[in-house]
């Protein structure tokens, strides 16, 4: 298979574009709520994140692993030509750079799957209401889903680095919301993601290139920090992490010989504005409020 790394011009590129975005802040807090518990408020206001868990059953995460997996195969057709990305039906599947040498199937040299939260299973998800009642409480009642991403951390694959998700978010205000679903069990060893609490209150830092060789398009790392008092975010599967697009995570290595999944939906406030041009990754849907009535 002919692989071609992504130069280091095109990295610093993106980069540059990420960095458009250093310096913002988002100060805002979750002051009264309606559906959130004590707990869980307090959690999202200090730490940045909130975990709820067995958010759905494990049967449900089996339905939506294999639900993707029919995309995959409609979408990249057995022994194609080595490339980046791959488009069609209004889904886009980014390949993972570095080889896996125990590949089987397409999937197994799939890194990320985005724009599949219209459909199915994946739109299901985001329309449950124990979810949007928690979404309300910070976002307002006029809440988009726009941009969802499914990750296939294969064994041997490399973690993303240090990040604040706002910094590919060139929006006219925030916070967004991650929901990260664990469609497996997510562990030290096979690569879980991992949190850096109460770094959500910081303005976006500068994002350089991974400099790692054979690093996937459009990873970026924070440098200029302290990362000491990181915390693993080791989940089963169903469980739901809600987190502040200005909270600096990562994720490690998958050092296991199985692999990990997740699904990770992006939620904003209805009207936020994007600029000129969109992200192609993105695909805005409203699910409560005015959005609903345009």
Known sequence: MDRKDIDQESKNDFSNRVNQQTGRTSSDKVITAKFMTEDQMNSWNNGGYILIP????????????????????????????????????????????????DAQTIEDEISKL?????????????????????????????????????????PGAWGQPWHQDSSYFPFDREPQVAAWLATSEA????????????????????????????????????????????????????????????????SYDNKSKSKRSAMVYHFAETGTGFGEIDSPTNEWISLRGRGLND
């Open 187 to 250: 562990t030290l060893e096979n690569g879980c993601l991992v949190v850096l609490p109460g770094s959500h209150k910081e303005s976006l830092h500068e994002h350089l290139p991974d400099d790692r060789e054979g690093s996937n398009y459009g990873y970026t790392e924070i440098k200029d920090h302290d990362f000491s008092e990181e915390v693993p975010m080791t989940l089963k599967k169903g469980d739901l992490l809600l987190f502040h697009s200005f909270l600096m995570h990562k």
């Open 54 to 101: 067995g958010f759905v059953d494990e049967s449900f995460c089996d339905d939506m692993n294999l639900e993707v997996l029919d995309i995959i195969k409609s979408l990249v057709p057995e022994g194609s030509a080595f490339s980046h990305a791959y488009a069609g039906e209004g889904h886009i599947a980014i390949r993972e750079m570095k080889p896996n040498p």
């Open 114 to 154: 985005f724009r599949i939260h219209s459909t199915g299973i994946f739109n299901t998800f985001i329309k449950n209401e124990n979810l949007l009642n928690i979404l309300e409480d910070i976002i307002g009642p006029d809440i988009d889903c726009f941009l969802s991403q499914f990750i296939f951390k294969n």
